[in-house]
């Protein structure tokens, strides 16, 4: 009797949509080290392809100074119970941005669309901070080094690499050594990127063993750290 009882409580349970979700683990592009950011639940993997996932900078680093850096991909392909990505944009916390502008000096926003030498496009904000108050003649010409900086960095420099160099930081020292042969300048800070266009040939679906020999390469930087 009480086996046919919890027999019929069992049959009521609702299993609910969840029960029938399959997840999928969903890894960064293999140029920012390909080791797996987020698992995912889906009806049919196939859908899974076109959605925006967000994680931060220090996920992939474990560098507290990227903890205020955001990271956005975009699903590219499914293979199996793995999900590869694409980089669609990059974003510093507010917060972060908000404590950069001090009492004495002056902000001067950049926004350039830029092309890459393999065809992408992407929209690239740039916050320079003066060491101390300026002119609007000075703002100018900041700007107008930072815009010129840019483009040639770009010209020069390939999708992903442009991506990686911003987000690492060595576009801003780049561009900090510029500006401030102009102006005394205290940071420069790439505030966001926005994807315009991807490279004329779609980004290939990264193999498995790409992101093993990237993972093998950021655990070694990690240990001689």
């Not at 349970?13 to 592009?29: D, H, N, Q, R, S």
């Not at 080791?35 to 967000?54: F, H, K, L, T």
């Not at 293979?79 to 941005?97: H, K, S």
């Not at 020069?156 to 987000?167: A, H, M």
Request: include cysteine.
């Amino acid at each position: 009797m009480a086996q046919a009882q919890q027999a019929a409580a069992q049959q009521r349970i609702p299993l609910g949509k969840w029960a029938f979700k399959k997840w999928l683990t969903v890894y960064a592009p293999a140029f920012l080290g390909g080791q797996a950011i987020v698992e995912i639940p889906v009806d049919e993997p196939s859908r899974a392809i076109g959605r925006n996932v967000e994680t931060t900078l220090y996920d992939l680093t474990k560098d507290l100074s990227h903890i205020n850096v955001k990271l956005r991909f975009r699903v590219s392909g499914v293979d199996g119970d793995r999900a590869f990505t694409q980089f669609n944009g990059m974003e510093l916390t507010r917060d972060y941005v908000r404590n950069l502008v001090r009492r004495g000096s002056s902000k001067v926003m950049v926004i350039k669309d830029v092309t890459t030498k393999d065809g992408g496009k992407l929209r690239m904000e740039v916050l320079a901070i003066t060491t101390y108050r300026c002119t609007r003649t000075h703002k100018h010409l900041i700007r107008k080094s930072i815009m010129d900086r840019l483009d040639r960095i770009s010209q020069e420099t390939d999708f992903d690499s442009l991506i990686r160099d911003s987000i690492m930081g060595k576009v801003q020292v780049d561009l900090f050594n510029v500006a401030k042969k102009v102006y005394p300048l205290r940071k420069v800070e790439v505030v966001k990127i926005k994807v315009l266009e991807y490279p004329k040939k779609p980004e290939a679906k990264p193999p498995m063993e790409a992101i093993k020999v990237a993972q093998e390469v950021t655990q070694q930087q990690q240990q001689s750290s």
